[in-house]
């Protein structure tokens, strides 16, 4: 079980003048249960590869499939690549469009048919720490980080087993960054696959991910976080990439293999 792209080009306005080659001769594979961080300069093509995996757009060249379902397989239903990957993108909630937050809630999961009963919706409201009587409020008279968490259940009230981030912590303050890298642990302990875009690596030392890195929309890297983290210097840099002051000091005990000290650094 796992989402596929295999030798993956994507471009945008084909056969006009505004035509953009995103991505070119990509390959990866997300195995269930893992955690891939996608990163590279802006304009490296990280959404593009994200819209790509639940087949919100299709490849020019290549394939996508999730679970064995390809995405341009028309005898697949959509639907059902929709419902096992879903994608929270980008300020989330500048797309909200309903009088309460119940019913801006439960509208993904109607689309895909989902009844979602009183108690799950509580225990979505739990998950992410907003109290009951928020179901009844206007979507945007909440906080930004609120309507973040809103934008989230969203998402995970259809229960799809991939979940996408594409970059969940701008524009957000210290205490819901940090609320949202504890549910994306507990999300990860409950069996589900993350894979998120990100400007900020350091602070996913600890759940040790896997690492994509993007540079003009191709890879220059793909592997475990400690390879990524011993990676050359200029080449990450070239790809928009740096190493902050915690991971030079995780490198240098990579380097020195402290693995012991390594582990400390990455609770930091
Ligand atoms: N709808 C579009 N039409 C034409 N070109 C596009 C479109 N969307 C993106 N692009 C171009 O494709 C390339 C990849 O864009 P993409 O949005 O995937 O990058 P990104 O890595 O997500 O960037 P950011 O970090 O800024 O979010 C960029 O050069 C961008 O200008
Ligand atoms: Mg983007």
Redesign the pocket.
């Known amino acids: 079980m796992s989402i596929k792209i295999e030798d993956v080009d994507y471009i ?2 084909l056969n006009t003048p ?1 035509q ?1 080659e ?1 991505l070119s001769g990509i390959n990866l594979e997300i195995k269930k249960g893992d955690l891939w961080l996608i990163v ?10 994200i819209s790509l995996m639940n087949g919100l757009i299709l490849p020019y060249k290549g394939n996508v499939s999730v679970d064995g379902m390809s995405t341009k397989d028309k005898k697949v239903n959509i639907k059902n690549i929709r419902k096992k990957v879903g994608i929270v993108f ?1 300020y989330p909630e500048s797309q909200f469009f309903l009088p309460t937050v119940k019913e801006e809630i439960l509208f993904a999961p109607k689309n895909f048919g989902i009844e979602i009963k009183d108690d799950v919706l509580k225990y979505y409201l739990d998950l992410v720490k907003l109290p009951y009587n928020y179901l009844e409020k206007n979507p945007f008279e909440l906080s930004g980080g609120e309507m973040r968490k809103v934008a989230i259940i969203s998402v995970l009230s259809y229960n799809p087993d991939y979940i996408i981030f ?2 969940p912590t701008v524009g957000l303050d210290y205490s819901t960054k940090n609320f949202v890298y504890s549910l994306i642990e507990e999300l990860l302990k409950l069996g589900k696959t993350i894979i998120l ?1 990100t ?1 900020w690596i350091s602070e996913f030392t600890s759940f040790k991910p896997n690492v994509f890195v ?1 540079k003009s ?1 191709k890879e220059l890297f793909k592997g475990e976080f400690d390879n990524f983290v011993l990676q050359d210097e200029n080449a990450l840099t070239q790809a928009g990439i740096v190493l902050d002051e915690k991971l030079q000091l995780y490198k240098c005990a990579l380097k020195k293999k402290n693995f012991e000290l390594a582990n400390k650094i990455s609770l930091i």
Do not use: I, M, V
Not at 40 to 49: E, P
């Open positions: 945008y306005s505004f953009k995103a590279g300069h802006t304009g490296s093509g990280k959404t593009t590869l980008q594409d970059e875009s400007h993007l929309g």
